[in-house]
């Protein structure tokens, strides 16, 4: 018997009416993303702010005071707790009370009048609790650029050379607007992992052996599937993106249909290897523990979400590009707030396919043998 | 009673010796991760690919491109003739931080022309990259105008620095803290996944009603299967441990057994909630999308990615019910700051709130789920 498209679609047909029949199945393949994505955003939009600062002030002049006016003044650093001895700032730094702390050196106010000598330039001491390395990097760039512009307030000269920083597609760099794209990437990968324990169900339920039965043939079910859930995760890719721009106003520069054809390349990167631990394991459970192991987890911390993909390492590269929600992060980012075309995005919607096409033929021949 | 505990204790080890797989997997695969992602993560915002745009061409000009070069968190690999070719590549985002050096730098710097602006270009589509790539450009120039002013003696620019000191972590290197903190992740997974199919796997195969006819009270039959739980978890985070300190050797300042003892408390706290979806859920599916969608939600408000402080109140007060999120600031202390039972006091004191409120609710639901 060779393959039929009718097959195909009725498999689709039965695949369909079995999402959409039980409400709570319905909602966590199709709704849930969006509604994970709303929750997610509040969480991840965070700019450095409510820093708990500590302050040691030796010098205790109107200069001193006005450098801590003019760092506390937009309400980022608050001023968390005021000391008179070092030990008492290294204490609250242990205890976690305060983020990081100013130490002001006696004579600041006069070495700051008379400015910088040719062998010293006056400084501010911060001490900052490194045991959060990407925070306080944040929070120390911050406070360096704080400090720079007060002493060049009071400086009579201009300098001879000044940076004009200008951050594009997103000006006022708002953390919800890079966030928010990146972040769809991670709530897609719930389609897929619905996937994985559709196909697990049927087999420890043991309905496979009679779907074996029936005329339908393994190439087709598998398909017939994937269709379905490549389906159903285009209504979720689509209510999360209206999510995105609707609610959270991130801006859509690219275009929808390269964002549609795009998040299918995705699917079927994350469904094709979805398929591939459906057929290897036996167990529901087994499946969710596989499923955790290759996207969920790997997917906030080496996929460029925060932190950039590591570019000089060979190793972390591989890791970084094997996985699907890498290259999706890239995407969305490019297709929201570049608004590039399929150019400038070939290397990565090019993997994607490369890993969805072998994945899906290895399952379906995988698959042909164990019925077969 | 503890027999009895103890005997359905040891079945669910012979079910599960039984699942060759999934045995090796439970064991190899919280090691596996953790390998995997430490391999994978960086030292934290380093190496961002740089492109500059050079028109001054001058010994100044590449001087600064070289100090540009020689920080940690630059890396110069393209030099466009034009902004236009600049564009290109931080379009395709080949380069995270453009700048483009004026005509008129280095006469600039000599005091012979007016004063001029470097162009200074982040991709805003990253904000954690975008800043830290400005607020680099802008160290290496302030540096820069520092070193020509005592070199020719005259005050330029800069007059006030601040100097950081830095405890506990001195290069700022991520890992320190990344590493330790995926033990927390991956033992919560492990525990969660076994604990949340508890009942849910035997109800769905119809083994459930098996149990129930045993002389077993609900409540043993319910401590036996997080005993399972609870031993696996625990056997995890010890050898996750190991590979921690021996393999990527992040230091370990405080005491292990505190740590231990802190370890096996948050794996029974977990183990609670894992029940309570367990006795929620009616078939495993449904268990495994309650349980993905938890821990998406514990990841986010761990602390881990973004500072609970940071968060809005509304989230900031789930947060403190996540028992991720405190056990994440116990590891934080005693490994890298060597703190002792009094500075974690309040994380412990929250932690054994949780599991009081969630194990009655566990017993509870599970117990009702049950009948």
Same mark, same amino acid.
């Given at each position: 018997?060779?393959?039929?498209?009718?097959?195909?679609?009725?498999?689709?047909?039965?695949?369909? !009416?079995?999402?959409?029949?039980?409400?709570?199945?319905?909602?966590?393949?199709?709704?849930?993303?969006?509604?994970?994505?709303?929750? /997610?955003? =509040?969480?991840?939009?965070?700019?450095?702010?409510?820093?708990?600062?500590?302050?040691?002030?030796?010098? !205790?002049?109107?200069?001193?005071?006005? =450098? /801590?006016?003019?760092?506390?003044?937009?309400?980022?650093?608050?001023?968390?707790?005021?000391?008179?001895? =070092?030990?008492?700032?290294?204490?609250?730094?242990?205890?976690?009370?305060?983020?990081?702390?100013?130490?002001?050196?006696?004579?600041?106010?006069?070495?700051?009048?008379?400015?910088?000598?040719?062998?010293?330039?006056?400084?501010?001491?911060?001490?900052?609790?490194?045991?959060?390395?990407?925070?306080?990097?944040?929070?120390?760039?911050?406070?360096?650029?704080?400090?720079?512009?007060?002493?060049?307030? /009071?400086?009579?000269?201009?300098?001879?050379?000044?940076?004009?920083?200008?951050?594009?597609?997103?000006?006022?760099?708002?953390?919800?607007?890079?966030?928010?794209?990146?972040?769809?990437?991670?709530?897609?990968?719930?389609?897929?992992?619905?996937?994985?324990?559709?196909?697990?169900?049927?087999?420890?339920?043991?309905?496979?052996?009679?779907?074996?039965?029936?005329?339908?043939?393994?190439?087709?079910?598998?398909?017939?599937?994937?269709?379905?859930?490549?389906?159903?995760?285009?209504?979720?890719?689509?209510?999360?993106?209206?999510?995105?721009?609707?609610?959270?106003?991130?801006?859509?520069?690219?275009?929808?249909?390269? =964002?549609?054809?795009?998040?299918?390349?995705?699917?079927?990167?994350?469904?094709?290897?979805?398929?591939?631990?459906?057929?290897?394991?036996?167990?529901?459970?087994?499946?969710?523990?596989?499923?955790?192991?290759?996207?969920?987890?790997?997917?906030?911390?080496?996929?460029?979400?925060?932190?950039?993909?590591?570019?000089?390492?060979?190793?972390?590269?591989?890791?970084?590009?094997?996985?699907?929600?890498?290259?999706?992060?890239?995407?969305?980012?490019?297709?929201?707030?570049?608004?590039?075309?399929?150019?400038?995005?070939?290397?990565?919607?090019?993997?994607?396919?490369?890993?969805?096409?072998?994945?899906?033929?290895?399952?379906?021949?995988?698959?042909?043998?164990?019925?077969? | 009673?503890?027999?009895?505990?103890?005997?359905?204790?040891?079945? *669910?080890?012979?079910?599960?010796?039984?699942?060759?797989?999934?045995?090796?997997?439970?064991?190899?695969?919280?090691?596996?991760?953790?390998?995997?992602?430490?391999?994978?993560?960086?030292?934290?915002?380093?190496?961002?690919?740089?492109?500059?745009?050079?028109?001054?061409?001058?010994?100044?000009?590449? $001087?600064?491109?070289?100090?540009?070069?020689?920080? #940690?968190? &630059?890396?110069?690999?393209?030099?466009?003739?034009?902004?236009?070719?600049?564009?290109?590549?931080?379009? *395709? %985002?080949?380069? $995270?931080?453009?700048? @483009?050096?004026?005509?008129?730098?280095?006469?600039?710097?000599?005091?012979?022309?007016? #004063?001029?602006?470097?162009?200074?270009?982040?991709?805003?589509?990253?904000?954690?990259?975008?800043?830290?790539?400005?607020?680099?450009?802008?160290?290496?120039?302030?540096?820069?105008?520092?070193?020509?002013?005592?070199?020719?003696?005259?005050?330029?620019?800069?007059?006030?620095?601040?100097?950081?000191?830095?405890?506990?972590?001195?290069?700022?290197?991520?890992?320190?803290?990344?590493?330790?903190?995926?033990?927390?992740?991956? @033992?919560?997974?492990?525990?969660?996944?076994?604990?949340?199919?508890?009942?849910?796997?035997?109800?769905?195969?119809?083994?459930? *009603?098996?149990?129930?006819?045993?002389?077993?009270?609900?409540?043993?039959?319910?401590?036996?299967?997080?005993?399972?739980?609870?031993?696996?978890? %625990?056997?995890?985070?010890?050898?996750?441990?190991?590979?921690?300190?021996? @393999?990527?050797?992040?230091?370990?300042? %405080?005491?292990?057994?505190?740590?231990?003892?802190?370890?096996?408390?948050?794996?029974?706290?977990?183990?609670?909630?894992?029940?309570?979806?367990?006795?929620?859920?009616?078939?495993?599916?449904?268990?495994?999308?309650?349980?993905?969608? &938890?821990?998406?939600?514990?990841?986010?408000?761990?602390?881990? &990615?973004?500072?609970?402080?940071?968060? #809005?109140?509304?989230?900031?007060?789930?947060?403190?019910?996540?028992?991720?999120?405190?056990?994440?600031?116990?590891?934080?202390?005693?490994?890298?700051?060597?703190? %002792?039972?009094?500075?974690?006091?309040?994380?412990?004191?929250?932690?054994?709130?949780?599991?009081?409120?969630?194990?009655?609710?566990?017993?509870?639901?599970?117990?009702?789920?049950?009948?």
């Amino acid at each position: 018997m060779s393959f039929s498209p009718r097959r195909l679609l009725a498999v689709v047909a039965k695949e369909l !009416r079995h999402v959409t029949r039980d409400v709570r199945i319905f909602f966590l393949v199709t709704l849930s993303p969006a509604f994970l994505l709303v929750v /997610l955003a =509040y969480i991840f939009a965070f700019d450095v702010g409510n820093v708990s600062l500590g302050w040691l002030d030796g010098d !205790r002049t109107a200069t001193s005071r006005a =450098y /801590l006016a003019a760092i506390t003044a937009d309400g980022t650093f608050q001023l968390a707790e005021t000391a008179t001895r =070092y030990e008492d700032l290294e204490s609250a730094i242990l205890a976690g009370r305060i983020d990081v702390a100013l130490v002001v050196p006696p004579g600041f106010g006069r070495d700051l009048a008379r400015g910088p000598s040719a062998s010293d330039t006056p400084a501010v001491l911060a001490l900052a609790d490194g045991s959060d390395a990407i925070i306080t990097s944040q929070v120390l760039g911050n406070l360096s650029a704080r400090t720079a512009a007060f002493g060049a307030r /009071l400086s009579p000269q201009s300098s001879p050379v000044e940076t004009r920083p200008r951050a594009w597609y997103n000006p006022d760099l708002k953390s919800l607007r890079s966030m928010v794209p990146g972040l769809l990437a991670i709530v897609l990968t719930l389609p897929a992992l619905a996937l994985t324990l559709a196909v697990t169900r049927e087999k420890e339920m043991g309905t496979l052996e009679a779907l074996i039965a029936t005329p339908v043939r393994g190439p087709e079910f598998l398909l017939g599937k994937l269709i379905a859930y490549v389906l159903t995760g285009l209504a979720s890719a689509s209510a999360a993106a209206a999510v995105a721009v609707l609610w959270f106003s991130v801006p859509f520069r690219g275009s929808f249909g390269l =964002y549609l054809a795009l998040a299918v390349d995705f699917y079927l990167a994350t469904m094709g290897v979805s398929l591939l631990i459906a057929q290897l394991v036996k167990s529901q459970q087994t499946a969710m523990l596989l499923v955790l192991f290759f996207f969920f987890v790997p997917g906030f911390f080496v996929s460029g979400l925060i932190s950039p993909v590591n570019t000089s390492s060979t190793s972390s590269v591989l890791i970084s590009y094997a996985l699907p929600s890498t290259h999706f992060i890239a995407i969305t980012r490019s297709i929201f707030l570049k608004g590039v075309g399929l150019a400038q995005l070939r290397l990565h919607a090019g993997l994607l396919a490369v890993m969805g096409i072998a994945s899906v033929s290895v399952s379906l021949l995988a698959f042909r043998k164990r019925i077969g | 009673m503890l027999a009895r505990i103890w005997n359905l204790a040891v079945k *669910e080890f012979i079910q599960l010796a039984r699942d060759r797989l999934m045995t090796g997997f439970l064991l190899l695969f919280p090691v596996g991760q953790l390998m995997l992602l430490a391999v994978a993560t960086g030292q934290g915002i380093r190496h961002l690919s740089l492109a500059v745009v050079d028109f001054d061409r001058s010994t100044q000009s590449r $001087a600064f491109i070289q100090a540009l070069d020689n920080t #940690p968190e &630059l890396e110069w690999r393209y030099q466009p003739s034009s902004e236009a070719e600049l564009a290109g590549l931080i379009d *395709e %985002g080949q380069a $995270a931080v453009g700048v @483009v050096l004026p005509d008129g730098f280095s006469a600039a710097l000599a005091g012979s022309a007016e #004063p001029v602006a470097i162009q200074v270009i982040v991709d805003g589509s990253n904000t954690t990259v975008a800043s830290t790539g400005q607020s680099t450009v802008d160290g290496v120039l302030s540096d820069f105008l520092g070193r020509l002013a005592k070199r020719s003696g005259i005050s330029i620019g800069a007059p006030l620095q601040l100097r950081a000191e830095i405890r506990y972590n001195p290069t700022l290197n991520a890992r320190l803290f990344t590493i330790p903190a995926q033990m927390g992740f991956i @033992v919560y997974q492990v525990t969660l996944a076994i604990a949340s199919l508890a009942f849910a796997r035997e109800r769905e195969l119809g083994t459930l *009603e098996a149990l129930l006819v045993t002389p077993m009270r609900r409540f043993e039959l319910i401590s036996g299967k997080g005993t399972l739980a609870w031993l696996l978890g %625990g056997l995890d985070f010890v050898l996750m441990y190991q590979v921690v300190t021996r @393999v990527f050797a992040v230091p370990m300042r %405080g005491s292990f057994a505190l740590l231990l003892a802190c370890g096996l408390f948050f794996v029974a706290v977990e183990i609670s909630y894992g029940v309570i979806i367990s006795s929620f859920a009616r078939t495993q599916q449904q268990a495994i999308l309650y349980v993905f969608m &938890l821990a998406m939600l514990d990841v986010a408000l761990s602390g881990y &990615l973004v500072p609970v402080k940071n968060m #809005p109140s509304v989230f900031r007060a789930v947060a403190a019910a996540s028992p991720l999120q405190h056990f994440l600031v116990i590891i934080r202390a005693i490994m890298l700051k060597g703190a %002792g039972p009094e500075i974690i006091w309040p994380q412990v004191r929250a932690l054994g709130v949780i599991g009081v409120i969630a194990g009655a609710v566990a017993l509870r639901t599970a117990t009702r789920s049950l009948e």
